[in-house]
């Protein structure tokens, strides 16, 4: 069954930690995103990837960095500089002949 | 640049009278577009999209959008709604990828919440 898995569901971080946010496809799809959402604001693009060993900034990408070893994964570490990090963490991905992205089912991070 | 504005932030309507979800874009380029839903602290599944084939398209779930190329508008409709429907809506433009291909970067209006009302 291909699809897109994101793991931990629920996260709590403790202020000046470090997290790390899973995001594994077997779709063998190339692209690969990353969104935040928060209440009223849509989904804001954190970071992206469009082939493995290389990635992008998005809008928001302060506090955060990624890396793209394995065209599957896509992990996301939220990092002590991001000063506001709860929130509701969205993957995606892209590729082939099909042109819409399917998203996981996404990670709700909460600092305590 | 690219952009897209959903018109209202909230909707509500009653049970089995219809819904009509407004969109409109901004795209330098033939955009594809997207409606998609999401539930309470769920992923985004796609309700439907277009890709410069017909302008009406049908989606999952009864419902359905018109591309309108004169007014850049993209609005779902769906003629009766069902408790079920109530969610929140986005509506999506994807650009172009750094590579020249299809699959880039997808711009999200700030979605709608739909309340149905028994």
């Known amino acids: 069954d291909g699809g897109i898995t994101q793991s931990p569901k629920y996260l709590f971080r403790k202020e000046g930690q470090n997290v790390t946010l899973s995001c594994e496809q077997n779709l063998n799809h190339d692209a690969m995103y990353w969104y935040r959402q928060d209440p009223g604001q849509g989904l804001r693009l954190i970071y992206y990837s469009q082939i493995v060993n290389d990635f992008q900034k998005g809008d928001i990408a302060e506090g955060y960095s990624v890396s793209r070893e394995k065209k599957e994964s896509f992990p996301l570490t939220v990092t002590s500089a991001q000063k506001n990090p709860t929130a509701f963490y969205l993957c995606a991905s892209m590729g082939g002949r099909i042109t819409e992205a399917f998203f996981g089912q996404g990670t709700r991070l909460t600092v305590v | 640049a690219q952009s897209v504005t959903q018109l209202d932030s909230h909707v509500s309507v009653s049970e089995g009278t219809p819904v009509l979800l407004r969109c409109n874009y901004s795209s330098s380029y033939s955009p594809s577009l997207f409606w998609y839903v999401q539930h309470p602290n769920k992923g985004l599944q796609l309700l439907l999209k277009y890709t410069s084939a017909a302008t009406l398209v049908k989606g999952i779930n009864g419902f359905e959008a018109e591309f309108k190329k004169s007014e850049t508008s993209f609005h779902l409709t769906k003629p009766s709604a069902h408790m079920s429907d109530a969610a929140e809506y986005f509506c999506?433009?994807?650009?172009?990828?750094?590579?020249?291909?299809?699959?880039?970067?997808?711009?999200f209006g700030k979605g709608t919440k739909l309340s149905v009302k028994p």
């Open positions: 999506v433009v994807s650009v172009g990828n750094d590579y020249g291909g299809s699959q880039g970067n997808l711009i």
